[in-house]
């Protein structure tokens, strides 16, 4: 398969299990989603041809992949146990809310400082994604930080 066909070209998010997200929040799952159709690395296993559309949801305490061909044609459903997310999750969400704040009222180092512990915690949340998927679908680094932001997304129940 080329390497252009090695990636995902559609993305939409089970909004269902969403409430209501603040402008920030927003403001990252769109930035998530321009930045990963606009460059990723996305191969399921046995090496289907691409590109692919995907679905990301959230089913009784799983993260879903539902990977379709780009005529639709379902691929492969991945489900990946949120359980060992959580901690990551959690800390992450209580960082990025100190760092929207400080970042209206704080000074340029404070900022730097709560930014560097969300950029860590994205990473670890990131890696953890990457080696969950690594049997079904082989990711860059650069695809599993946005896929762990709309995972972060969909945690989000208002």
């Known amino acids: ?6 990636r995902i070209a559609k993305i939409t998010l089970d909004e269902r299990t ?3 997200r603040s402008s920030d929040i ?3 799952r769109a930035v998530a989603i321009f930045d990963l159709l606009e460059e990723n690395s996305f191969a399921p296993a046995g090496d289907p041809p691409g590109p692919f559309h995907l679905h990301l949801g959230i ?4 993260l879903v992949l539902d990977i379709r061909s780009s005529a639709e044609a379902p691929i492969d459903r991945v489900l990946v146990p949120l359980r060992p997310f959580r901690g990551i999750v959690k800390d992450y969400f209580l960082v990025c809310e100190s760092y929207f704040n400080a970042i209206r009222t704080a000074s ?17 949340g990131s890696e953890l ?3 969950r998927l690594a049997e079904r679908v082989a ?4 695809t599993a930080r946005r896929l762990f932001t709309l995972l972060c997304v ?3 129940r208002g």
């Open 1 to 6: 398969m080329a390497e252009t066909d090695r």
């Open 18 to 20: 969403v409430v209501r």
């Open 26 to 28: 927003e403001h990252e």
């Open 59 to 62: 089913e009784e305490n799983r």
């Open 108 to 124: 340029p180092s404070r900022i730097e400082a709560i930014d560097m512990g969300r950029r860590a915690l994205h990473n670890e």
């Open 129 to 131: 994604l990457r080696e």
């Open 139 to 142: 990711v860059d680094l650069n």
């Open 154 to 156: 969909l945690h989000i």
